[in-house]
């Protein structure tokens, strides 16, 4: 029988649909996937024209599928920090982190942006993965005075280069004040909403975080779309390609329940991410500090890719990881996690997970894409702006 390369997504009651669902298949949407158990768009014209849409003007996503679970109640700062290996002290209220949330053998089970609202009210804005049910889990013989909810909240994204101008338009020019990672609360057109200096893009963006969405979430959707068309604002799926290049990671692609921190690039150096030395007993804390001390068997590394062009990840030409051998016993030793062709280097790259051994830059490799196999390279990651310089800028400067 002939393989049906483009199967569809079923559209039905069981699957839980987003705020602004009815809002964004206005614009053709063409492509979905599950996330969190909702229809996430991802894609509606294709991936370079979004790219570019992206990197040169401003772009609107629909994220709502990053669910919120609130955590909150006289222990829930306690709690929350038990969930974590970042030291939550050092998170001011209306200030956000990137955290990871780690099971007891220190295992990736999220890595949401965390959000300090208030003394003891946080969000964590997920990535995929049941994270409600686990900090229920938690809390339920934990002894501690918390509340484990998903509140009616639903951000979208507003990023790009013009982001800065269609967020003054809405929200006027107090809302360039907003430091990078932090919030603030504001009402728009009578819609409560938090806006938070954050994105998947790399690029300069906000997220609005809608409270009341099942009720607001059209009407949102069209405020921001009116705002944004005198900046030449696109509605695009997630960019993939951009997020690759800056070497943001992904859940379920790069890291997940079997991986831990220090296996794709947090705690070793960058011991802000797994605060060993703090007072609290963070969950998986025994387990991480006993894999600091041993070391670790694997890491993710940067690629460069020869061959044919591997796609955008999300295009559908990378069904499956690409496996990795090593270049002289042909032994294989590992797989990519993640590939994109990158216009900005004008080659592939991508992230491969792969013995210690091969970690060191230079080091070749051959990976087997859809193309066939093809020689590699280890090379550093992010591999555009490793500073983080442009999400970072002064976003006055941008308007």
Same mark, same amino acid.
């Given at each position: ?8 997504? +079923? ?7 987003? $705020?602004? &669902?009815?809002? @964004?298949? /206005? ?13 996430? !768009?991802?894609?509606?014209?294709? !991936?370079? %024209? ?20 609130? #955590?909150?109640?006289?222990?829930? &700062? ?6 974590? !290996? ?18 007891? %053998?220190?295992? #990736? ?13 946080? =969000? ?5 993965? %049941?994270?409600?049910? =686990? ?25 790009? $280069?013009?982001?800065? *101008?269609?967020?003054?338009? +809405? ?6 004040? #907003? ?8 009402? +728009?057109? %009578? ?10 893009? *790399? ?7 809608? @409270? ?19 900046h030449q604002l696109q509605v695009i799926g997630p960019c993939h390609i951009r997020r690759i290049e800056a070497g943001i990671l992904s859940w379920g692609n790069d890291i997940y329940y079997d991986t831990n921190p220090f296996e794709v690039g947090y705690g070793f150096e960058e011991t802000w991410m ?25 890491? +993710?590394?940067?690629?460069? #890719? ?52 091969? /970690? ?30 442009? !999400? ?8």
């Open positions: 029988m002939a393989i049906n390369e483009n199967p569809g997504v +079923l559209l039905y009651p069981r699957l839980r649909r987003t $705020p602004y &669902f009815y809002a @964004h298949r /206005e614009h053709g949407v063409k492509l979905y996937s599950v996330y969190n158990h909702m229809y996430h !768009p991802r894609l509606y014209t294709d !991936p370079l %024209d979004e790219y570019h849409a992206l990197m040169n003007h401003v772009t609107l996503w629909d994220v709502s599928a990053e669910r919120q679970v609130q #955590i909150t109640g006289p222990d829930a &700062f306690e709690f929350t920090n038990m969930l974590v !290996p970042r030291d939550l002290t050092k998170c001011k209220i209306g200030q956000c982190k990137y955290v990871f949330v780690t099971a007891e %053998d220190g295992g #990736i089970i999220n890595d949401p942006v965390l959000l300090r609202l208030e003394e003891n009210k946080l =969000w964590l804005s997920l990535a995929d993965s %049941d994270v409600l049910l =686990w900090a229920k889990g938690l809390a339920y013989n934990s002894g501690m005075n918390v509340e484990i909810t998903e509140p009616d909240v639903a951000p979208v994204q507003v990023q790009g $280069p013009k982001s800065a *101008a269609v967020m003054v338009d +809405l929200f006027g020019e107090s809302i360039l004040e #907003i430091p990078y990672y932090y919030t603030v609360n504001k009402e +728009l057109d %009578d819609m409560e909403v938090t806006i938070s200096r954050t994105g998947f893009s *790399a690029e300069l963006g906000y997220e609005i975080y809608l @409270h009341n969405a099942s009720r607001d979430g059209v009407k949102l959707w069209n405020t921001v779309l009116e705002a944004g068309q005198p797994v605060d060993l030395d703090q007072e609290a007993d963070f969950v998986g804390k025994e387990a991480l500090e006993r894999i600091k001390a041993e070391g670790v068997d694997r890491k +993710l590394v940067g690629v460069e #890719i020869g061959g044919g062009h591997v796609g955008f990840f999300n295009d559908g030409q990378m069904i499956d990881y690409f496996p990795v051998y090593d270049k002289d016993s042909g032994d294989r030793i590992g797989r990519v996690t993640s590939s994109t062709w990158s216009p900005q280097l004008e080659r592939n790259i991508g992230y491969a997970m792969v013995p210690v051994e091969y /970690e060191t830059y230079g080091t070749e490799l051959v990976v087997e894409t859809q193309h066939g196999r093809n020689d590699a390279v280890v090379v550093a990651k992010p591999f555009v702006d490793p500073k983080k310089d442009k !999400p970072k800028q002064d976003a006055a400067v941008s308007v």
